[in-house]
């Protein structure tokens, strides 16, 4: 499966890849490209053969510079009119799309990595927030800017950010709107690795042919226990693990795994 036009959505083995795909506007999310990306997290997740999703921009100036200020910015603030189908559709159910498009309020527990080539500005830093792991170019370069802009963030940064690194780091981030280069974002955690231009998609793609190749039950039930622990007490975190510990204990998966590992040979996971 490829599709084509604004966000590129293709299927390689067990991988996604979806990458945002107006270089000469600095991969801004229109409408439709909001519409489009919710529409590839629904099918990804209900998709039993895609295991891992790779998130990119093309051209080698931005990740994306966030939402189209012109198309957009002005469709949620009331001061443009839909003029096509994707603005309908983004003006008349902006809360729902724009929220799974930014991977709120609806869990999605297959893992994703993001391969950050350049700009990531307001919901391209924000969406950064809900992606496991997140290799930079050393051109990429980020800011949380809503703020400058006249906003708040509404992506999740309010929520996410100060529980992934320090809590002044995020306070900066969140109320100066600066931006930082790759190598700030390193030291303060916001991403895993900083790597030269034409090593990115290599080293992304590395990790997500690594998570690929386990079982697809127990990534995502550890994804899951992951991100469902963070809000939860110590006591309730422990029972979660436990509880999902034993659902992929006793999967076909597991006894695989395991039998794969007495004969010595590569296991063949099912997911179930």
Request: proline share 4%.
């Amino acid at each position: 499966m490829m599709s084509t036009g604004p966000l590129l959505y293709e299927k390689r083995g067990h991988i996604a890849y979806i990458t945002f795909n107006r270089p000469e506007a600095r991969n801004a999310l229109t409408p439709e490209m909001f519409c489009k990306l919710a529409d590839a997290w629904t099918d990804f997740a209900a998709d039993d053969q895609m295991r891992v999703a790779v998130v990119t921009g093309a051209g080698d100036k931005a990740f994306t510079a966030g939402a189209d200020v012109r198309l957009s910015l002005p469709l949620i603030t009331g001061s443009r009119q839909p003029e096509d189908e994707w603005d309908h559709r983004f003006h008349d159910h902006e809360a729902e799309l724009t929220n799974w498009a930014m991977l709120k309020n609806r869990p999605l527990y297959k893992p994703i990595i993001a391969a950050v080539n350049g700009a990531a500005f307001g919901a391209g830093s924000e969406m950064l927030q809900a992606m496991d792991i997140r290799i930079a170019s050393e051109a990429a370069y980020f800011a949380v800017n809503e703020v400058a802009l006249g906003f708040m963030p509404g992506g999740g940064s309010t929520v996410r950010l100060a529980r992934q690194i320090p809590l002044c780091k995020a306070m900066q981030v969140l109320l100066t709107g600066g931006r930082f280069d790759a190598r700030e974002a390193y030291q303060m955690g916001f991403i895993n690795e900083v790597v030269a231009p034409d090593q990115l998609m290599e080293r992304a793609e590395h990790f997500a042919q690594l998570i690929a190749a386990n079982s697809p039950m127990a990534v995502q039930k550890t994804k899951e226990t992951v991100w469902g622990a963070l809000g939860l007490s110590w006591e309730e975190a422990w029972k979660l693990e436990a509880v999902n510990f034993a659902s992929v204990s006793h999967s076909e998966d597991a006894q695989e795994g395991a039998r794969a590992f007495a004969e010595k040979r590569a296991p063949v996971f099912k997911g179930r």
